[in-house]
Nanobody, 115 residues
Framework: QVQLVESGGGLVQPGGSLRLSCAAS????????MSWYRQAPGKERMLVAT???????NYADSVKGRFTISRDNAKNTVDLQMNSLKAEDTAVYYCKTIVRGRAYWGQGTQVTVSS
């Protein structure tokens, strides 16, 4: 079965960096687009970044130039490098993919940006 497991969250000061990772299993990883979403308290879950099977990427305007999504098809992982973090980046970050028309989500990892 499809499984997505996020890691790498934590507490970081404003201006700092974190790297999130999502380990995928149960499907042919290289064939599918992967996305990172986030959900802040009291807000709807929003798309942060996507990387296609051909490694095309797109980003939410709020993170362009600060975040970078990448994938390692040999390791079945998708990472999100987050730089110049701001308090408003505080959220639970989720990995997501759609396989054969069904959406799969990880359990999420908490990112807190605070001094």
């Amino acid at each position: 079965q499809v499984q997505l497991v996020e890691s790498g969250g934590g507490l970081v000061q404003p201006g700092g960096s974190l790297r999130l990772s999502c380990a995928a299993s149960g499907f042919t990883f290289s064939n599918y687009a992967m996305s990172w979403y986030r959900q802040a308290p009291g807000k709807e879950r929003m798309l942060v970044a996507t990387i296609t099977s051909d490694r095309y990427t797109n980003y939410a305007d709020s993170v362009k130039g600060r975040f970078t999504i990448s994938r390692d098809n040999a390791k079945n992982t998708v990472d999100l490098q987050m730089n110049s973090l701001k308090a408003e980046d505080t959220a639970v970050y989720y990995c997501k993919t759609i396989v054969r028309g069904r959406a799969y989500w990880g359990q999420g990892t908490q990112v807190t940006v605070s001094s």
